[in-house]
């Protein structure tokens, strides 16, 4: 299983852009990097995923180096509806098996005024 | 589309009692789930299913059974609940069981055993 190391918090302001990054040295070849939101007393929700370089949706962004052993979401112009924990996950594309993704503790943004 | 529901939303139990939390999703999803998150431990797996009719250990199945009788069900149940698993407990599902599949949480079940 590849272990992954993000912060345990991070803290902000409104209107600035935060960046979180993760390391996952032991990233193997299958292995595709997802990130998930968590509001408080809310379960986890998806908010992306990719493989390497770059992927953009309408929440976030993940860049991904070529050596894939580290990525960061970057959460542009950040508002107080935006902390919330972030987990960092790295999981296989291709061989099944429910118990094989691990949550840790993610990282705790929290965004003031 | 209701997604993934959870059965109570909270219950304070006595120890030592019988307690059945209920999960239900109707995405008709291979792939199902319970995690239990406590403060400064993360979310951590407790049973997971890869498919109706299969069941697996996760992290911390200790105390814990599960079962699969068809696609949309997964209940938790804690045969003799103790103070120490008190918890928040989180259902999910996916699509297949690859762990790079998403998965879609349910509200939560706050459990406390007195």
């Known amino acids: 299983l590849a272990k992954t190391t993000q912060p345990i918090s991070m803290d902000s302001y409104e209107g600035q852009e935060v960046n979180i990054t993760c390391s996952h040295n032991n990233i193997a070849t299958n292995d595709y990097i997802t990130w998930y939101q968590q509001f408080p007393s809310q379960g986890p929700r998806f908010i992306i995923q990719?493989?390497?370089t770059k992927v953009t949706n309408e929440v976030a962004s993940l860049f991904i180096p070529a050596d894939r052993k580290s990525s960061t979401l970057s959460l542009p112009r950040v508002s107080l509806s935006d902390t919330a924990v972030y987990y960092c996950l790295v999981g296989d594309i291709l061989t099944g098996g429910g118990n094989k993704l691990t949550f840790g503790t993610g990282t705790q943004l929290k965004v003031e005024l | 589309i209701a997604g993934i529901t959870q059965a109570p939303t909270s219950q304070i139990l006595a120890a030592g009692r019988r307690m059945t939390l209920r999960c239900t999703q109707d995405?008709?999803?291979?792939?199902m789930y319970w995690y239990r998150q406590d403060l400064g431990l993360g979310l951590r797996l407790i049973h997971y299913?890869?498919?109706?009719?299969?069941?697996g250990k996760g992290e911390v199945p200790d105390g814990y059974s599960v079962s699969r009788a068809n696609t949309d069900d997964f209940p938790l149940t804690l045969a003799s609940a103790v103070p120490s698993q008190t918890s928040v407990y989180f259902c999910?599902?996916?699509?297949?069981?690859?762990?790079?599949?998403?998965?879609?949480f349910g509200p939560g079940t706050r459990l406390t055993v007195l």
């Open positions: 299913s890869n498919t109706a009719g299969t069941t």
């Open positions: 990719g493989y390497k």
């Open positions: 999910a599902s996916s699509a297949s069981s690859v762990p790079a599949d998403t998965q879609y």
């Open positions: 995405m008709r999803h291979n792939a």
